[in-house]
């Protein structure tokens, strides 16, 4: 590199979601840094823009300490983003990327061209195994993956192609939610479908958060001070997409979402898991291709899967897609059993307790009960604290130690990882006496991070991959 070349210093990490896109940037490590610090990044700065799809558009920016002024105070006082600022060109993923990088400058005084890695989050990775540079070749197979990942990958291609035209010289890496749950069995992964049906279109389970899954493994393992190859979990990712994940010895041995993410645990605007034969009863023109106008991606989607990613979940059963204010509305207080058929937040609550039970017993049960810690991450698992009580106290009879009210009360996904469960005893109803003291945790999970920190950990190996501008 010629000296008049800006230093590439900086990893840019973009989390597209159904209707939010997280940014977070980082600075390399030198090695031996890394090494001390056991970690390949440091943070610099995060800003999440939501409700991308129905304006005002929301953005706030976090930053690290030495760059705290400017972008702390935006994020005090979301002056950035108001008339005038240029957050009412945000219309898409796309445009929100390019209004993050327009103040990269303003806000916290760094150079984009000091950019050199960009990772996105890719929903759908199909048969990819590992992250892969984005070239013609890999971004048409990403494309091909859409009808799979209609609220996601649409999303990422958009930030993907932004990023191309704004940052030409930095290298785009996707990073595949799929990656994770490759290790899943055969008879776990697999459909009751004609097998030769199933191999030729790739009809199989997928499962997706899996950077958030990785990120939670290293996280708790690190927590435990146990190597992650010995670690079993059951892993609750709940935002606006949800799911569960049985770990043993440190891979994924199940989880709740299948071929596409929506299957398994409702979400924000999502069903989850139906009988297949709802579509046809809900609307005779379910099979109807739809272009919704809306859509980050021009994707081919029938009515029924526009109806059930985007139509359905807890937007659909009460009218917002924020959790905190379902609970609050859900009168979790009263017992009357009844309650649920006259108080739709407490139908959606109750709803979603009983589709997470039945993920935590099955996967408890696969298990063979050798579980080291139930584990609540995501936007719902970090911040309900009345999600994670009545769960805990449903768990007790699985022998999982008993919640701590005050530790759980104050757990608010502030800090990586934090135990809410108390000391107690060890309880095993594991196969032959082994103990394992099932401890409730919470963690701050962080998909960016994760994408980011493995990225920085040997760049080298981008630049054997030949990537693409066009
Ligand atoms: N204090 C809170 N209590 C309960 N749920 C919350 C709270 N704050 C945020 N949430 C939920 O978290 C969700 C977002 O989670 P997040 O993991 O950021 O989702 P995603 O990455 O899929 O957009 C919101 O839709 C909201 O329902
Ligand atoms: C896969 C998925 O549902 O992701 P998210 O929760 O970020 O929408
Ligand atoms: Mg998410």
Redo the contacts with the bound molecule.
Sequence with gaps: MSSDQPRRDLILAA?A????L?ITLFTTLDPEVAKERGRSVEFVLNC?I?SIMSPPVKAVFKSRSSFDDKANKKEQDPGLGQEGDGRDKVKDHETAFQWFLGCLKEVASIDKERIGWVCHRVVHGGDYHDPVVITEESYHDIEHLSDLAPLHNGAALSVIQACIKALPNAKSIAYFDTTFHRPIPPHIASYAIKQEVAEKRGLKKYGFHGL?YSYILRAVAKHLGKPPEELNLIAL??????SACAIKNGESLDTSMGLTPLSGLP??TRSGAIDPSLIFHYTNRAGRITHDPKSAAHVGVSLAEEILNKDSG?KAMTG????????SKAELSNPDPTISSRNPNRLAFDLFVDAILNCIGSYHLKLEGQVDALVF???????????REVVGRRVRCLGYQRLDGERNGSA?GSVEVVQVSEEGSEISLGVEGEQRKKRILVCH?D?QFEMANDCASDTSRWEKQHSSTG
Excluded: C, M, P, Y
């Excluded at 990712?237 to 949800?242: E, M, N, V």
């Excluded at 917002?320 to 609970?327: E, G, H, K, L, R």
């Design positions: 989390n979601g159904s209707s939010s997280k999440s939501s958030s990712h709940l935002g606006s997409g949800a979400g924000a807890w917002t897609t924020d959790f905190a204010t379902i609970s991450a995501g936007g719902i698992g970090e911040r309900s604290v009345e999600l608010d999970t998909e």
